[in-house]
Structures are given as C-alpha cells and as structure tokens.
C-alpha cells in the first residue's frame, strides 16, 4: 500500500453507513457533552450565586467548587508547555488524542511516532478523560469532531491546546460549514483551505519516483483489444460519471473490470491490483466521485504508477490537474466539445506511437530511478524541476509546492515549534465550503456532453 492514510473499504455503502453510526453517536455523546457544561455552569453559577446562610452549607459549596475547578482547569506541572520567548513551542514530546477515530479504526492506544522534520515524538491516545494533558485533539471530519469540548481547552503562555479536523473525501461525502470553523488546524485534500498544510493522498516521495520511472509497457506491447481501461466500485457517483462512461463506451472500446458497468474479470476493484491492470492499456479513465477544487485521489496516483496516460475531467478549477501533472500529461474531457471529439481524439493518440509517447515526454529523463528514490524530498523537487520546468504550475501553487510527504500530527508538530502560539491563535478558521461552491452540479459529467 503506497498511499499515506488512506482505508480502502470494499463498498462506500457499508462506509457510509458506519459514518451516519459514527455521527449518531457523536450526536449523542455531544449532547451528553453539552447537557454537563450545562450543568457546570448552572452549577457554578449557583455557587456564586446562592447567599451562604449556614457554615455547614458553606464547607458543601466549596467542596463542589474544588470537585468542579479540577475538572475544568488544566493538571499544571511546572514547565509543562514550555516556550521559546516569542511563543514557540519547546516541546519535544506531544499527546494526541484522536478523538473520532477513523472508518471504525483509529490509532493506537500509547503507539509513539518519531517526526524527523522537527526531531520530536508524540505518542496517541483514544482516552477522551486525558484532555487536560493532551497538546493536540484529532477529529476525523469537522463534524463528527462537534463533541470536542473547545471552550474547555487553553491557547495561552500556560497551555497549548490545539484542535485539528481532518478529511480526505470530497465535500459531498463529507460534513462542511461551520462545525470546521471552531478548529485551530483544518487539514483536507484542498490545497489552499488547509491550515497549515493540506493532507492528501500523495506520498510525494513515491509519487515522484512514479512521476519520473519510465513506463514499464511499451506502447507496442499495450492492450490492442481495447482503448481504455476503467476499475471503479461506487456505481453511484455524484457528478454522473456512470452515464458518461456508458456513453463514451458507445466511442471506444473500454474495459471495465469494477462493478460499474462491468465487462471484464480478471482484476478487482482492490487499489493493490490496479496498476497491473492499468499498466497494460494505453489509457486509464482516472475520473473521480465528484468534481471538487482539488480533489485529486489514488485514482490520479496509480495512473502515474502505472505509466498509462490518465483522462481525467476538471473543469473551472474543480479540479486543476495542472496543479497535480506535468502539462501535455493527461486528457481531460472538458478540453472536447462532444463525445464525439474526445473518443476520435483518445483513437488518435492511441494509434500514433509518436503521439502518444508525447504525453509521457516527462518520463523521458536521463535520471536513475534507483539513485533518485534514495534522495530527500527537496533533492527530488530540483530534478523534477529541472525536467518539467520551474514554473509549472505542479511546482509553484500545486501539489508538489504544498505536500512534504510527512504524517498529519509531524506536520503540526513542526508547525508549532516554528509558529509562536499567538499567531495560531489569531488565525482565523473559516466555514469549510460546501459541495455547491466546492464542486460541479451533481450529474455535471452525464449532462455536459449531450
Ligand atoms: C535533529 O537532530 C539531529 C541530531 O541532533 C540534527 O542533526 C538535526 O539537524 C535535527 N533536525 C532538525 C530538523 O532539527
Ligand atoms: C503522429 O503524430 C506525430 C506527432 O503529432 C505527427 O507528426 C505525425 O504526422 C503523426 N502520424 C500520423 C501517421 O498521423
Ligand atoms: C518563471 O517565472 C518567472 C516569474 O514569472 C520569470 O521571471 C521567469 O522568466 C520564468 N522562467 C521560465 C524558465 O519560464
Ligand atoms: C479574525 O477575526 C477577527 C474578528 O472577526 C478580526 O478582528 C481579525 O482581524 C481576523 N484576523 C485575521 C488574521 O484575519
């Protein structure tokens, strides 16, 4: 498994349904979270509050005052947060409470995990009761993530408390809007939106590997049978694309080996199989659910593994694959008035050696895949600059300019030790957009090409 995070269920259906689970009971447990602080705070307000009349009384309410003070304020160790003199953080060593979980799994009660770029460790914890100790609350998805007491945690020269949600599906699959908003850190595939990075599913290291690796199929030995190769299991996309998949089928001969329209067995729909079904088509349809700002997944990745040239659909930004490929690297769909246009086109590059081999000038390189796999991250950013040009728009505002290929917690870690906790704290989270900004219309795809 190549990719940073991500768990591959067989069906989004089962998924799905686990999700709403998830956020049943992270409805509850909210208002059971909510119903509390109410009661703490007519508790405490009543302390204040309630005339003492009898010393027996008395001694009662400030017991409850202690009771009430230990829950809420933090267990202070001396030196516990400590700080550099413009409010960095010292730390060397962070807790982390995942707090949601993840599709059911989740991480590792006590697992420590070493961050090289900032030379520190944290280590996970599942327990909620640890809050008062821990530096960073981790929620998979805004939303589900409500329940995290926010008022309750400090941002100060004491303590440094910071909350992050993180997503990597697309804004219809996912919650957006205002519950993103109370986080310190937002982290999705959206390369702009994400504070203080974005999370992806690019491991930038193997993808650049894959980037610059020569195809391993020549272009004589591709499948002649069919044009294109096609391996999805959500039969059911937002943005149409079974219906225009249907209807390109109609043009060129593709084979598909997923549920959707299925034509062919031999491969499942599992990730590990798809390179080496890829590998042998000249093309690969790498188009995602839904059409979002820069929503690019393992669907683009494994083209690249595979050496094929990728089709793909963007349109007005939703996605920008120049941001994620070399130019004159992948067909998309959009750049073609009809159905028509696009499959004569996608024959023409498929039957001229010359042409074809075009869209993969990049990998045309005199570098040593096995000497460059070895190098670090920035090392590997200069050849692929010297080969697809500095001013590429993957180089300057794209995934390679964004993505350090380091786990999400590393990636706050480092930030914390280098941002003091006043400018953090300044930050001002926003609303995460919604599908109807975020994305095409639904069934965009089937309806634009009629
Ligand atoms: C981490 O520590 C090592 C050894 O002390 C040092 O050489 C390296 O520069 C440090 N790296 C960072 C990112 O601070
Ligand atoms: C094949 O493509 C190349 C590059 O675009 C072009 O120069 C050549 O004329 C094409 N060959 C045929 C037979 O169309
Ligand atoms: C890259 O962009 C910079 C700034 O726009 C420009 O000065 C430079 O000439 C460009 N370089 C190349 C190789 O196009
Ligand atoms: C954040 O929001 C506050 C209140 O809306 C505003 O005063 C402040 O200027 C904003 N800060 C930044 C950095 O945008």
Same mark, same amino acid.
């Given at each position: 498994?190549?990719?940073?995070?991500?768990?591959?269920?067989?069906?989004?259906?089962?998924?799905?349904?686990?999700?709403?689970?998830?956020?049943?009971?992270?409805?509850?447990?909210?208002?059971?979270?909510?119903?509390?602080?109410?009661?703490?705070?007519?508790?405490?307000?009543?302390?204040?509050?309630? %005339?003492?009349?009898?010393?027996?009384?008395?001694?009662?309410?400030?017991?409850?005052?202690?009771?009430?003070?230990?829950?809420?304020?933090?267990?202070?160790?001396?030196?516990?947060? %400590?700080?550099?003199?413009? /409010?960095?953080?010292?730390?060397?060593?962070?807790?982390?409470?995942?707090?949601?979980?993840?599709? /059911?799994? /989740?991480?590792?009660?006590?697992?420590?995990?070493?961050?090289?770029?900032?030379?520190?460790?944290?280590?996970?914890?599942?327990?909620?009761?640890?809050?008062?100790?821990?530096?960073?609350?981790?929620?998979?998805? /805004?939303?589900?993530?409500?329940?995290? %007491?926010?008022?309750?945690?400090?941002?100060? +020269?004491?303590?440094?408390?910071?909350?992050?949600?993180?997503?990597?599906?697309?804004?219809?699959?996912?919650?957006?809007?205002?519950?993103?908003?109370?986080?310190?850190?937002?982290?999705?595939?959206?390369?702009?939106?994400?504070? %203080?990075?974005?999370?992806?599913?690019?491991?930038?290291?193997?993808?650049?590997?894959?980037?610059?690796?020569?195809?391993?199929?020549?272009?004589?030995?591709?499948?002649?049978?069919?044009?294109?190769?096609?391996?999805?299991?959500?039969?059911?996309?937002?943005?149409?694309?079974?219906?225009?998949?249907?209807?390109?089928?109609?043009?060129?001969?593709?084979?598909?080996?997923?549920?959707?329209?299925?034509?062919?067995?031999?491969?499942?729909?599992?990730?590990?199989?798809?390179?080496?079904?890829?590998?042998?088509?000249?093309?690969?349809?790498?188009?995602? +659910?839904?059409?979002?700002?820069?929503?690019?997944?393992?669907?683009?990745?494994?083209?690249?593994?595979?050496?094929?040239?990728?089709?793909?659909?963007?349109?007005?930004?939703?996605?920008?694959?120049?941001?994620?490929?070399?130019?004159?690297?992948?067909?998309?769909?959009?750049?073609?008035?009809?159905?028509?246009?696009?499959?004569?086109?996608?024959?023409?590059?498929?039957?001229?050696?010359?042409?074809?081999?075009?869209?993969?000038?990049?990998?045309?390189?005199?570098?040593?895949?096995?000497?460059?796999?070895?190098?670090?991250?920035?090392?590997?950013?200069?050849?692929?600059?010297?080969?697809?040009?500095?001013?590429?728009?993957?180089?300057?505002?794209?995934?390679?300019?964004?993505?350090?290929?380091?786990?999400?917690?590393?990636?706050?870690?480092?930030?914390?030790?280098?941002?003091?906790?006043?400018?953090?704290?300044?930050?001002?989270?926003?609303?995460?957009?919604?599908?109807?900004?975020?994305?095409?219309?639904?069934?965009?795809?089937?309806?634009?090409?009629?």
């Amino acid at each position: 498994m190549r990719l940073i995070t991500r768990h591959q269920l067989p069906s989004i259906h089962p998924r799905r349904s686990f999700v709403s689970l998830l956020f049943t009971i992270s409805i509850f447990v909210s208002i059971g979270i909510i119903l509390r602080a109410t009661n703490q705070d007519t508790q405490s307000t009543a302390i204040i509050n309630e %005339p003492i009349v009898t010393k027996q009384k008395e001694v009662k309410l400030s017991e409850d005052k202690t009771i009430l003070n230990q829950k809420i304020a933090p267990v202070q160790k001396e030196n516990a947060w %400590p700080l550099d003199a413009q /409010g960095r953080s010292l730390k060397t060593n962070f807790l982390v409470l995942d707090w949601t979980g993840f599709f /059911g799994g /989740g991480a590792t009660e006590g697992e420590r995990v070493l961050c090289s770029s900032s030379n520190t460790t944290f280590v996970w914890t599942r327990q909620h009761n640890r809050i008062e100790e821990t530096d960073f609350i981790i929620a998979h998805d /805004g939303g589900a993530g409500g329940s995290i %007491p926010f008022d309750h945690l400090h941002l100060s +020269n004491d303590q440094q408390q910071y909350t992050m949600a993180f997503v990597m599906e697309s804004e219809v699959h996912s919650t957006t809007g205002n519950a993103w908003a109370r986080f310190n850190f937002i982290m999705t595939y959206n390369l702009d939106d994400s504070y %203080p990075e974005p999370a992806t599913y690019f491991d930038m290291n193997l993808y650049l590997d894959d980037l610059l690796r020569p195809p391993s199929v020549s272009f004589e030995d591709k499948e002649k049978q069919a044009d294109a190769v096609w391996i999805i299991s959500n039969c059911n996309a937002q943005n149409g694309r079974e219906g225009f998949i249907q209807r390109l089928m109609q043009e060129i001969k593709i084979d598909s080996f997923g549920s959707c329209l299925n034509n062919r067995r031999g491969y499942g729909a599992r990730m590990a199989d798809n390179v080496d079904a890829y590998k042998k088509y000249k093309f690969v349809i790498a188009i995602e +659910n839904s059409n979002c700002a820069d929503y690019v997944t393992e669907k683009l990745v494994k083209a690249v593994e595979s050496g094929s040239i990728p089709i793909v659909a963007g349109r007005d930004g939703r996605p920008d694959y120049r941001r994620y490929m070399p130019k004159h690297s992948f067909i998309n769909i959009f750049d073609y008035s009809s159905m028509k246009d696009l499959a004569d086109d996608i024959k023409r590059i498929g039957n001229n050696k010359t042409l074809y081999e075009s869209y993969l000038w990049y990998k045309k390189n005199d570098i040593n895949i096995q000497n460059f796999k070895e190098l670090p991250l920035t090392a590997k950013l200069k050849h692929v600059a010297d080969i697809i040009g500095l001013n590429s728009t993957m180089l300057t505002s794209g995934i390679a300019a964004k993505e350090k290929s380091e786990n999400k917690v590393c990636k706050l870690t480092r930030f914390v030790r280098q941002t003091p906790w006043q400018d953090i704290a300044a930050h001002n989270s926003t609303a995460r957009a919604g599908p109807e900004t975020a994305c095409l219309p639904r069934r965009h795809l089937s309806n634009s090409f009629s």
